[in-house]
């Protein structure tokens, strides 16, 4: 409970912000971290505080691009046994014991979800938006996948395994987008809230509550 109190009060009014996850395995001079770099720093240059977990690889790459633009570079950061150590590029800084808390503040700031290339941990990112936006515990928001070339065989999984043995609807996968050019990805989120502000609407706000 103390992580949740204080990690909302730290991060209330980081607002409109954009969550990126990755891979913590990718090395500095991988093109995922340039282009996940490349995404942050165009988000934080828009307007945009950009979260990520805090750590290296990706997590990195993204607090970078956003460090040096704009926009607050935001880390919400897990202590384990291996792998997970803080990167330098953080304005603001938040460190969590628990998974299910961390994961709470990633939805609960967010007004859109990039995901670059990952193993588990990404995965278990980019399917529990799905799942919150699917069962409407969640606003929708855009969920964008960066670099389709790694995400297309998931993708076509989805449609031949869970489409075609009825476990999801097809529209389900109308939840989310593969994008790879930067530029893309920013255009596609102004896009999504061109018609209404990046706060929750009230009907919103009220799902958010209940979140």
Same mark, same amino acid.
């Given at each position: 409970? &103390? /992580?949740? !109190? /204080?990690?909302? /009060?730290?991060?209330? %009014?980081?607002? *409109? %912000?954009?969550?990126?996850?990755?891979?913590?395995?990718? &090395?500095?001079?991988? *093109?995922y971290y340039a282009l996940a770099e490349r995404i942050a720093r165009l988000l934080s240059d828009a307007g945009f505080a950009v979260i990520s977990g805090g750590g290296p690889g990706i997590m990195e790459a993204a607090n970078k691009g956003a460090f040096f633009g704009k926009g607050p570079s935001v880390g919400l950061n897990i202590q384990l046994p291996m792998e997970q150590q803080s990167n330098t590029y953080q304005d603001i800084s938040q460190t969590f014991q628990h998974f299910f808390a961390r994961k709470f503040?990633? !939805?609960?700031? &967010?007004? %859109?979800?990039?995901?670059? *290339?990952?193993?588990?941990?990404?995965?278990?990112?980019?399917? /529990? &938006?799905m799942t919150l936006v699917q069962t409407r515990k969640s606003r929708r928001i855009p969920i964008i996948l960066v670099h389709g070339a790694f995400w297309r065989g998931l993708l076509d999984w989805f449609a031949d395994r869970l489409v075609g043995e009825q476990m999801i609807s097809p529209e389900d996968l109308d939840l989310i987008q593969i994008i790879d050019e930067p530029e893309a990805v920013v255009e596609a989120i102004f896009k999504h809230y061109e018609t209404r502000g990046f706060m929750p609407l009230p009907e919103e706000h009220e799902i958010m509550l209940n979140l």
């Open positions: 409970m &103390a /992580e949740f !109190v /204080e990690a909302t /009060e730290r991060l209330n %009014a980081i607002r *409109p %912000a954009v969550s990126i996850f990755g891979s913590a395995r990718i &090395a500095v001079d991988h *093109p503040m990633f !939805v609960k700031c &967010a007004s %859109a979800y990039v995901v670059m *290339p990952g193993g588990f941990g990404t995965l278990d990112e980019l399917l /529990e &938006a």
